[in-house]
Structure formats: structure tokens, C-alpha cells
């Protein structure tokens, strides 16, 4: 199965700051890694699809990159919105692995 | 619009039984892969198996395979998920998924607690 480790765990920034999300996948999984948003109580949000597509209707201050085995969320601007838990999920094969989360708090 | 809503969840005993279902709206049901994901209480989330849109091919994380069993009927848009031997470390909340990964709709969850 392909691991995929999430970094940091959590985080502490403050409005208007950009933040960066890293995961690494355990082989490569060419640019099969989307990343997602939750918040406390509801599903998972699609941000971000095949590293680097942004899903309609998010706002452009979230961009994904990488590809291999390193892939990183940025996200610009910081919203008090943005708080939330944010997953990545490879899909280059079964089991489609999440990382562990990373929790973002507003300052 | 697309619309995913799971319901089943309850609470069983350890080696019990639950069976989920989700029901698919808005969309060409047949079309579609759909999964299993779940959550732990505090916990991240974990990918649990997948169902091709025939219905002629699933896959299992190891960790409910020979115990969890999905399938469909795309004749009433509905998703399954038959829970067998539970254990204490299945409780979380469970959510059905369009496609297989990368997936943009997701039911709002249903909780089911396996404790005596």
C-alpha cells in the first residue's frame, strides 16, 4: 500500500498569511493527490484534484503543486474561512491513502 | 444537484451487524464508482473500499476486507455497506463518496457505534 505522510500536524497563522501543506507519498503516484478541506461536524470538501486543479467554486488563493512523490497546498491570504482541517489523498491506486491531517488554526 | 444520504448507523454490539445504505440523487447513478470512507471520533479519515459502477468489481482496505462487503442497485440509486464481525475500533462515522477517489460528493455521514 502507499503511505502518505501529512506535515505539520498543525498550524497557527494569522490573517492575510500564506501557509504551505506538505505531503509525501511513499512511491511515486505521478500527480494522483487531491487535497481536501473539513470542518468540525461536516464532510470533506474537494479542494484541489490531481495535484493541482482546483475544483470549481474554490477560491484561487488555494494552489496545489507537485508531482512524484512531494506535493504541497499553499494557501495565500489566510480567511478566517480557511479554518479547518485540510487531508491530502492519493489516487494512483487502491487503497486511496489519506495523510493524517493538518489543523489549521486563524490566529 | 447531486445529493448523497446515508443512513443505518446505530449502535451494535462487538461481533454484531449493521448494514449502511446511501442514496444517490442528481445524478446518473449507474454511471458513477462510489466508496466507503470513515472517521474515527477525532481521528482522520480512512479510505474503506470502492465498487466499480456495474457493480463487477469492488476493492477493500485491508482493514475491513473479509468483514465489510459493498455493493449497489443502480434500479433504486442506492449504496451498501454490510458491516459483519464488528469490533470497538469500527466506530466512526460513515460517509458514501462519488467515485472512487478525488471525490467532489460526499453524504454528510452517518455514525455507527460498536461498543457492549
Known amino acids: 500500500d502507499i503511505q502518505v505522510t501529512q506535515s505539520p500536524p498543525s498550524l497557527s497563522a494569522s490573517l492575510g498569511d500564506r501557509v504551505t501543506i506538505t505531503c509525501r507519498a511513499s512511491?511515486?503516484?505521478?500527480?494522483?493527490l487531491n487535497w481536501y478541506q473539513q470542518k468540525p461536524g461536516k464532510a470533506p470538501k474537494l479542494l484541489i484534484h490531481?495535484?493541482?486543479k482546483l475544483q470549481g467554486g474554490v477560491p484561487s488563493r488555494f494552489t496545489g503543486s507537485g508531482s512524484g512523490t512531494d506535493f504541497t497546498l499553499t494557501i495565500t491570504s489566510l480567511q478566517p474561512e480557511d479554518s479547518a482541517t485540510y487531508y491530502c489523498?492519493?489516487?494512483?491506486?487502491?487503497?486511496?491513502?489519506f495523510g493524517q491531517g493538518t489543523k489549521l488554526q486563524i490566529k | 444537484q447531486v445529493q448523497l444520504v446515508e443512513s443505518g448507523g446505530g449502535l451494535a454490539k462487538p461481533g454484531g451487524s449493521l448494514r449502511l445504505s446511501c442514496a444517490g440523487s442528481?445524478?446518473?447513478?449507474?454511471?458513477?464508482?462510489m466508496s466507503w470512507i470513515r472517521q474515527a471520533p477525532g481521528k482522520g479519515l480512512e479510505w474503506l473500499s470502492y465498487?466499480?459502477?456495474?457493480?463487477?468489481?469492488?476493492y477493500y482496505a485491508d482493514s475491513v476486507m473479509g468483514r465489510f462487503t459493498i455493493s449497489r442497485d443502480n434500479a433504486n440509486n442506492l449504496l451498501y455497506l454490510q458491516m459483519d464481525s464488528l469490533r470497538v475500533e469500527d466506530t466512526a462515522v460513515y460517509y458514501c463518496?462519488?467515485?472512487?477517489?478525488?471525490?467532489?460528493?460526499w453524504g454528510q455521514g452517518t455514525l455507527v457505534t460498536v461498543s457492549s
Open positions: 463518496a462519488r467515485d472512487q477517489a478525488g471525490a467532489a460528493y
Open positions: 442528481g445524478f446518473i447513478f449507474g454511471d458513477y464508482y
Open positions: 465498487i466499480s459502477h456495474t457493480g463487477t468489481t469492488t
Open positions: 512511491e511515486s503516484i505521478n500527480n494522483y
Open positions: 490531481v495535484a493541482s
Open positions: 489523498q492519493q489516487s494512483y491506486s487502491a487503497p486511496y491513502t
